[in-house]
């Protein structure tokens, strides 16, 4: 009496998994659209980004500053203030995701502008968390020649103090 | 009763391929030094993937990425992967990988993943061939999954032994991906070839740990239900329940193996156990294909146990859900071929598996109802999958309308150029979406046609059945007198 064959028994796919090969060939067409559409999307955003880095170095002089960290606890970085001769420019606060992100390699493009040739300071100052209220203020001087510049800002704590240490390195001409 | 076990254990093996994302632990991008790839790597961290790919490509086109190119060039051919763009990606793991000035580590992930690409594509032959490319600088996750594009291939080319032998004894180190494909060697030797190492193999994913991974123990779940069906087909059902009662209760699989561990203990005769298990498989209020099963199954259990009146009163309930069932699926397929489907799927949350719970209490109109039946269908998932994609991609395209106003504010200029490239990608993007809804609708349709001719022939079963034990019931009476 069991014997009546069900093509109907689709077989059960668990729904936490995914594809199974007869259901990619089903859907070649659209997978073939999909992929043609996520690279006209990725083609409109790398142009749209080109125009607008263009439209930054229009400016002859300009200074990007980069944020990474080196194994920092997260601990340490609460709350991060630039100055840049003096002049507040930018305030951020981290959450703990972003700062084990910037442990991971990445890096916060954090700020970005023009700026006169000549000597430039620029100070970070970096707020620990809520359990560890240390603040520390520190302060590189750069000889900004023309051009677009880039300032690497890492911040680590090789030596395990209460307050990180920060390493700038300026690379001069390099576009953002 | 052997037959329908030889058809659900063709159920139990179906080819699984793992959701596609970025493997971080391919390689690490913590040492990463130049400013382009760190912030693209914020980017995608920021959960925008795509700007982060088009800064690397805006860069790598300028030769800006020096010195970390290769390194960028794999994080595109990653994320490229990720999103099914294979061509492309392809070639950047290509670039890299026969680029004889980056680290060798680099190069081999990078023919591995482009073997892997090769593999997944049915690509068997030039699958190996790029994995004669790799050197020496695999970790031993990597290692696991080169042994098992190298199965599989020696499995194509008609080696099954040298295939069973290829597999990594050890579980240990293997990646996920590994897992799958480990499911699937398996699945193949024990399902088509009817290779008693297949069951060795998925033995060992039965034994993963997958308490702290959904995924992996829907892999184990899977992995169970095929060993247990397999040892149903040859009438070993003690051995079959101990594989499908370690199933989870809680998801749509344990609809089957309640199935099974119902005919594991008919197949003992033991005809009031099997009962136990369909009764509460036919009792669940989400519609399934092993229910319908269920449903002639009890009636025929009752009858066995000679418990005719039983058997009679459940024969006619089958009969009344097979009825009203196909009924009720004309209905489902008129609001289908309305809105029905699309506010159905639209109104569901953007999380890629919340709006599957998420729509399962909702079974209150026609279409609703039947949901799950759809959601049996690995071509259903699939094209519903896709067409979620193109939903998200239609609101990032939406996105970068904001940013191309932006952009003209700042440059104090109109771009006539960004704004007729967004939207010739914007139409394109509906249209797929629209071409997309209606493939989706009519697989919805052609799925229910498919079961009310199913329901149709179970009623003939189910009034034969009947019939059956309307004459054993008299025969027995008779005896009696």
């Given amino acids: ?98 700062a084990q992100t910037l442990n991971s390699g990445a890096m916060k493009k954090i700020y970005a502008a023009p700026i006169t040739t000549g000597t430039h300071t620029v100070t970070i100052v970096i707020n620990g968390s809520t359990t560890n209220r240390e603040r520390s203020a520190t302060t590189f001087t750069m000889a900004k020649g023309a051009g677009h510049d880039t300032l690497k800002v890492t911040i680590a704590n090789p030596l395990q103090k209460r307050t990180p240490d920060l390493f700038f390195e300026q690379q001069a001409g390099v576009a953002p | 009763m052997k037959s329908r076990h030889s058809l659900l254990i063709g159920t139990a093996f179906g080819a699984l391929l793992p959701l596609l994302t970025v493997n971080a632990a391919e390689v690490d991008y913590s040492n990463t030094t130049t400013t382009t790839l760190g912030h693209a790597l914020h980017l995608a961290a920021d959960g925008d993937d795509l700007a982060a790919v088009a800064t690397l490509l805006m860069a790598d086109k300028k030769g800006s990425a020096e010195p970390e190119s290769d390194a960028s060039r794999f994080y595109i051919a990653e994320t490229l992967r990720s999103r099914g763009v294979m061509d492309e990606a392809s070639r950047y793991y290509l670039a890299v990988a026969n680029d004889a000035g980056a680290k060798q580590h680099l190069r081999d992930v990078a023919w ?86 297949g069951a060795a193999i998925l033995h060992t994913l039965s034994e993963i740990d997958s308490r702290k991974n959904p995924e992996l123990a829907a892999l184990k779940d899977q992995a169970n239900l095929a060993l247990g069906y397999s040892l149903l087909k040859i009438s070993k059902a003690s051995k079959a329940r101990s594989y499908l009662q370690q199933v989870r209760i809680n998801n749509l699989l344990s609809n089957m193996a309640l199935l099974g561990m119902g005919w594991s203990y008919a197949i003992e005769q033991n005809h009031e156990k099997a009962l136990v298990y369909w009764l509460e498989l036919e009792g669940r209020p989400l519609k399934s294909t092993y229910q319908y099963e269920a449903s002639l199954a009890i009636p025929y259990a009752f009858g066995q146990a000679r418990a005719f009146n039983q058997s009679i009163n459940y ?45 399962q209490p909702a079974a209150s109109t026609p279409e609703t109802v039947f949901l799950p039946l759809f959601m049996d269908s690995p071509n259903f998932q699939q094209a519903l999958k896709s067409y979620r994609t193109l939903l998200a991609l239609n609101n990032y395209v939406a996105s970068i309308k904001g940013e191309i106003v932006a952009y003209e504010t700042r440059s104090n200029s109109t771009a006539p150029e960004l704004h007729q490239q967004h939207q010739q990608l914007t139409d394109n993007v509906d249209r797929a979406i629209q071409a997309q809804l209606a493939t989706l609708q009519q697989l919805a349709i052609d799925i229910l046609t498919s079961y009310q001719n199913q329901l149709g022939q179970y009623l003939q079963q189910a009034r034969f059945g009947m019939a059956q034990i309307i004459e054993q019931a008299t025969q027995n009476r008779g005896g009696k007198q």
């Avoid at chain 2, 080169?146 to 099954?160: E, R």
């Avoid at chain 2, 209905?331 to 890629?352: H, M, R, V």
């Fill in chain 1, 1 to 98: 009496m069991f014997a009546v064959v069900t093509k109907q028994l689709v077989f059960v796919l668990s729904l936490a998994l995914w594809l199974t090969t007869a259901a990619q060939a089903e859907s070649s067409d659209t997978r073939l659209d999909l992929s043609e559409l996520t690279k006209a999307t990725l083609a409109l955003k790398r142009d749209l980004l080109s125009a607008e880095e263009r439209l930054f170095q229009q400016n002859p002089n300009t200074l990007t500053i980069f944020i990474n960290t080196d194994n920092l606890p997260a601990r340490l970085l609460n709350e991060l203030e630039i100055s840049v001769d003096n002049r507040a420019v930018v305030q951020h606060m981290f959450t703990a995701q972003e």
């Fill in chain 2, 112 to 197: 591995l993943t482009y073997a892997k690409i090769r593999h997944e594509q049915g690509d068997h032959a030039g699958a190996l061939v790029a994995l004669q490319n790799i050197k020496k600088g695999l970790s031993d996750t990597q290692k696991g999954d080169f042994a098992m594009i190298k199965a599989h291939a020696l499995l194509a080319a008609g080696k099954p032994q040298e295939a069973v032998d290829a597999v990594p004894g050890n579980l240990k180190h293997g990646s996920q991906w590994a897992l799958y494909q480990r499911y699937n060697l398996g699945g193949l030797l024990l399902g088509e070839q009817n290779n008693k190492f």
């Fill in chain 2, 315 to 359: 024969y006619k309930t089958a009969l009344n859900r097979f009825e009203g069932d196909a009924a009720a699926m004309n209905a489902a397929k008129n609001a289908l071929g309305s809105t029905g489907l699309a506010a159905l799927i639209n109104g569901n949350s953007s999380d890629e598996f919340a709006w599957i719970n998420g729509w």
